[in-house]
């Protein structure tokens, strides 16, 4: 497998990137508004070719999607929505340039389904498509201020049920843990190239704080974190239908993400901790996105199963295998 | 109306540029590229002239090593219809950049040409007006707004203490200040079309033009570093030391 990205994709991964570092800076984040970018983000065509694109590549894009923090759901629309819309036969339910909020058993409350024109909601018995005006909505609070959630109820159209919605709950959540661990990577990218910028400018004892040995460690340590989770994002992107692969890579960006971000707060000191810090914007991102789509505890116990059924040939003499 | 926009690559703006231990010039290892800022306000114009049914043909052209060419890609994907490399392992200078784009402007027969009012890298805001004097064509610089007429361009121009606005008669040249508009992003889709377009490498020699510099650089220094500031206690140190130190007050 050949994990590396195409020049087409490249190009793709660096507008999205230029794109997103001019629209969506920690200033904006800063403002707490709403989701006004949505409409630049489908004009930029980033909605359409998210949603065209497989996930193997598509995760390019989200690792950019992170590494900005973006509040808007992206991945919810073209991720998992148009996906599993176009599985289930009712691709032409969502009309061109409609906001998809997925409300799933592994991601329970809806983000910004307020605002969203369509809700789908899915469990193993049934896959529901709800207008938002047939919804009703509770609020509940986030602990990362761009993520507004709320648990929904509502009649809708029945879109799957039984077995077919058992495929589809079980296919939502693969796409799920799979663009949220690609965000993770983007997160935990940014909070060290952030780590990484305050210690070459905060100084201590005459010299940039990054010049000493113990700070470089902890940076070190974080990108090697985060150099090995990427193929495996990249491998379970690729392999949508192996529940290991897919719980795998949610538990290694996660903890790849969650060290970031614990690294990144000892190098900015007290700092780190302030409102007047941006890192607590992307830490707080990761700390949500590590509880959705399956907590560390539920991908941790797909893999232990795999590897007690003697699913996964483990050892060093295995190293290279499968 | 054909439209010529000549860009440079140059460090992005972004990035903190670093000058080599042995001062003869700028470290560009690893550092990350882009079109400069004004040639990319100089594409948003020509691209908005071809919009507004002004222009027929955006072309963008650079001088250049290969490498300009990841550049030229951005300009097509932000709208210019095929690109031209005039590709040279020189690095060049304005004089031999404006000789370049005078003899490829007669070769493709520009009407209009739009320049960045300068590169960030060397700040020089030579080459547009050195290629209007090479072609005799007529010059409006630091543009803030043009208006094509009747064979004819109407440009205002940013001055010190307010604006000017110029009538010159095609073909021009108009070079780009800050304010003239504020470039688009390259929409994805755009992006994947720019692997489509044209784009062209010819050398020099095919122009008939010799790009060796005719200016050495002799040394480049980084500004000095800005010493720390300090907190007085009165007043009356403050003019003391204003007085006695910084002796700017008598």
């Known amino acids: 497998m050949r994990f590396a990205y195409s020049d087409d994709l490249g190009a793709l991964k660096e507008g999205t990137r230029a794109f997103l570092d001019g629209q969506n800076p920690p200033e904006r984040l800063r403002r707490e508004g709403g989701l006004e970018l949505w409409p630049a983000l489908e004009d930029m065509g980033l909605v359409d070719i998210a949603a065209s694109l497989p996930l193997a590549e598509a995760i390019a894009l989200f690792e950019e999607v992170g590494r900005t923090a973006l509040p808007e759901p992206l991945a919810d629309t073209a991720v998992i929505a148009a996906p599993l819309l176009q599985s289930l036969g009712a691709a032409g339910r969502r009309p061109q340039g409609a906001r998809v909020a997925i409300c799933h058993a592994d991601a329970p409350y809806a983000n910004h389904a307020d605002t969203a024109d369509f809700i789908l909601l899915l469990d193993a018995q049934r896959v529901v498509w709800l207008a938002r005006d047939a919804a009703k909505l509770v609020s509940v609070r986030s602990i990362d201020p761009w993520r507004r959630l709320f648990s929904v109820t509502g009649q809708g159209d029945t879109l799957a049920e039984g077995d077919a919605a058992r495929e589809a709950c079980a296919y939502a959540a693969a796409l799920g843990a799979t663009a949220a661990a690609a965000e993770l990577l983007g997160l935990a990218d940014r909070m060290i190239d952030l780590a990484v910028v305050y210690a070459g400018t905060r100084e201590q004892f005459g010299q940039a704080i990054g010049s000493f040995q113990a700070v470089k460690h902890l940076l070190a340590n974080a990108r090697v974190k985060l150099e090995f989770a990427r193929p495996v994002v990249y491998r379970a992107s690729a392999a949508l239908d192996s529940p290991v692969a897919v719980s795998h890579a949610k538990i290694a960006a996660t903890d790849a993400a969650l060290f970031a971000a614990e690294q990144a707060i000892q190098v900015h000191g007290g700092m780190g901790y302030t409102y007047e810090a941006d890192l607590h914007y992307f830490m707080k991102r990761a700390w949500a996105l590590a509880g959705v789509w399956g907590s560390r505890e539920q991908h941790l116990a797909v893999v232990e199963q795999a590897v007690l059924d003697g699913g996964i040939a483990i050892g060093p003499h295995n190293s290279f295998e499968s | ?250």
């Open chain 2, 1 to 250: 109306m054909k439209v010529l926009v000549p860009v440079k690559r140059v460090v992005d703006a972004n990035v903190k540029v670093r000058v080599k231990p042995d001062n003869s010039g700028v470290d560009l290892n690893n550092v990350k590229m882009a079109v400069n800022p004004f040639c990319e306000i100089a594409i948003e114009e020509a691209v908005r002239l071809k919009e507004a049914g002004s222009a027929s043909e955006v072309i963008a052209v650079s001088v250049g090593a290969g490498n300009c060419q990841e550049q030229l890609r951005t300009c097509l994907a932000l709208g210019a219809d095929r690109a031209i490399l005039v590709e040279t392992d020189v690095d060049p200078q304005p004089l031999g950049i404006a000789k370049a784009l005078a003899a490829l402007q007669e070769k493709e027969g520009a009407e209009l040409v739009i320049f960045g009012k300068q590169s960030i890298d060397g700040d020089n805001a030579q080459t547009g007006q050195m290629f209007a004097a090479l072609t005799g064509m007529s010059q409006a610089t630091f543009a803030s707004e043009v208006k094509v007429g009747d064979g004819k361009l109407e440009v205002t121009r940013e001055i010190d203490g307010g604006l000017q606005t110029l009538s010159i008669k095609l073909p021009a040249v108009v070079t780009t200040d800050l304010r003239l508009n504020e470039p688009r992003y390259a929409s994805l889709p755009n992006i994947m079309k720019a692997k489509k377009k044209p784009l062209d490498v010819i050398s020099p020699a095919d122009l008939g033009v010799d790009l060796t510099p005719t200016v050495e650089v002799l040394s480049v220094e980084p500004p000095a570093e800005r010493e720390a500031g300090i907190i007085v206690e009165t007043v009356e140190e403050l003019v003391d030391k204003l007085k006695n130190e910084a002796k700017v007050i008598s």
